[in-house]
């Protein structure tokens, strides 16, 4: 129900604001009250600057008016857990009584309710969401930005451009829904693929289709903590400069498979042109300077399987383990792989190591190129 005559001065809403600009926000704030948005999360929009995003509440759920309390009741999840789902999806907490949940919580609310029906506990359910939360909140602070693009233009009033924001997240942002849950479909289609492929092989089934082939990754060393302290569009810009430039140092016949977030594949059939694009890559990097984080790699050789411009097997997971315990501005490869180029490369014993995944322990070996190559 919209609540009215709000005396938005007396509420300290109209503070140092004069002439044109009072003006305008008083607009602003009444066009926000006819919309049946509250006085308590008018007042949180101002503090945090965001009055004009009050138009496009109602696509994105609508104002908060539920408190934990009611969500609880409503969906027959107890009020621990639902604060506890918020803060592993990054989300602000609300205290008891606090009307900061919507109805689309509700939904949410149901979901996990019926996860732990089929079997989830509830750390299971919260671990989904951390994830959720963590990928999803970067693809939230891109988009939000877009329907301003669309529409922002000189000379707008505050009004002005709350009502155009609104209409274009109106006509944008329910196309989300079929585009994230095709985007995520495509993912868990791979990973399962990945999945069986990995339990054939541990099992000593056969991969018909497979093929030799030798693959590396490359991941930014550092990018969570840098996600922490920059914005994401300046994340943004490092993995599409890391794309560019695996892309760009790819030695045929190695090509760049995928870029995932901080990580580039490469694969070659030829295990000498892998490791010269990889080695490559390290450096290049480095010449990056300061600004660019540092690279560190890893490498396998190994029968994989083909798919969709893809690879899955052994050698795809063993080098995906070995990166994540490279040093930064090192190349890393298992003992196949060093053998198959053994006489082309200065190799360095680096240990053996138990990697997450595989059996037994890995004897893993530095790339260097030769003295005076």
Known sequence: MATAGIDFQAEGLLDGLDGEQRSERLALLRHLESEGVALTEIQRRSAAGTLILGTADRVLGGPPHLTAEQVSAISGVDVDLLSAARRAMGLPGAAPGEPAFT?????????????????LSDEDVLDLLRVLGRGLWAAAETLRALPIKLVLRAGMTELELAEAYGR????LYPLLNPVVDHVLRQHLRYATQSQVISEMERRGGQLPGSRQIS???????????IGEEVSPPELGRLALR?????????????RLVKTIGDAAMLASPEP??????????????????????????????GAALPRAGDWYGRPVNIASRITSIARPGSLLAEGELRSAAATDYAWSFAGERHLRGVRGTVALFRARHLPGT
């Not at 693959?215 to 903590?225: I, Y």
């Open 215 to 225: 693959v590396c990754f490359a991941d930014l060393v550092g990018f969570t903590r």
């Open 168 to 171: 274009a997240v109106t006509e």
């Open 103 to 119: 109805d689309g919580d509700v939904e949410a609310a149901r979901m996990i309710r019926l996860a732990r029906a089929a079997g």
């Open 242 to 254: 890391l794309e560019t430039m695996a892309g760009d140092l790819a030695v045929a016949p190695t």
């Open 272 to 301: 000498q042109a892998l490791l010269d694009s990889a080695l490559a890559l390290v450096a290049a990097a480095e010449i990056e300077g300061e600004e660019f984080p540092q690279l560190r790699a890893g490498a396998a050789l």
